[in-house]
């Protein structure tokens, strides 16, 4: 079957001395790995360059199966988000948020608002906005996309409303509880001030131009990043690769 559509490249690895393997994220199939031969080779008159990660490509493709690997047979770059290349933070986000979706995903599984939602990320990397904003965004929304978003507005267990300086997200239970309840479970857990909490539930609802609104204090900045660092860790068992390039990384 020769399929022709969108994809944002979330991966690629040199393969023998022509070839690249890559990891996309398609608009209607999802995450699909494929072989793109002959495509480090510049006389490729297929190919209008190489594949690196972030392009947004069109791109047209053999697929036989699902389990065997796709081929590439032509593509053409619709944008290169030049200014994500601009410095290295912007690049360190960038390839944070191709790093979430890789993992977050399965292939074949197609999801058109985690696309969407990851170009225009890519979009406002590229156009300068505040990354550390546009990290924290993504990653709510797409829970959101992904049917994994915990619950924020009241306690989870007792379903009480969430008061006090402190509550605690307990990843078990997808949610944050009062201080009552986290008395009675064993679960591991993460301490996070209500200010934090407030900033996790107006990402929730707020659409992008909302973004420009939000001011993160550093130790808002630094709890947000344990709360997505400990919720995936919860759920991948692992950490994402690119965790250390943002960690320690503000505005
Ligand atoms: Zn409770």
């Known amino acids: 079957m020769i399929i022709k559509e969108e994809a944002i490249v979330l991966k690629s690895i040199n393969y023998s001395n022509s070839s690249q393997i890559m990891s996309l994220y398609t608009k ?5 790995s494929m072989l793109a031969k002959g495509s480090r080779n510049k006389s490729a008159k297929q190919f209008a360059g190489t594949f690196e990660p972030t392009i947004h490509v069109e791109i047209v493709y053999r697929e036989k199966d699902v389990n065997v690997l796709a081929i590439v047979r032509e593509f053409e770059i619709i944008d290169y988000f030049y200014g994500i290349r601009s410095s290295l933070k912007y690049m360190y986000n960038a390839f944070y948020l191709l790093d979430f979706v890789n993992e977050c995903t399965t292939s074949h599984d197609p999801n058109q608002g985690l696309f969407q939602l990851l170009h225009t ?9 505040n990354a550390e904003k546009t990290r924290f965004f993504f990653q709510i929304k797409a829970f959101i996309l992904l049917g994994v978003m915990p619950i924020l507005t009241e306690c989870c267990a007792c379903t009480k409303p969430l008061v006090g300086s402190y509550v605690f997200f307990i990843p078990k239970e997808s949610g944050i509880v009062c201080r009552r309840c986290k008395a009675n479970t064993e679960s591991a857990f993460l301490q996070i001030s209500m200010q934090t909490l407030r900033t996790l ?3 929730e609802v707020m659409p992008w131009t909302g973004l420009k609104k939000i001011n993160l204090s550093q130790r808002i900045v630094n ?7 400990f ?3 919860s759920f991948l068992y692992k950490e994402l690769r ?5 960690g320690n990384s503000y505005e």
């Open 28 to 32: 209607h199939h999802g995450k699909i």
């Open 121 to 129: 990320s890519l979009k406002y990397l590229s156009l300068g906005a």
């Open 201 to 203: 539930q107006n990402l």
């Open 223 to 229: 709890e947000l990043n344990m709360f997505f660092r």
């Open 231 to 233: 919720y995936l860790h």
């Open 242 to 246: 690119t965790f250390k390039l943002i």
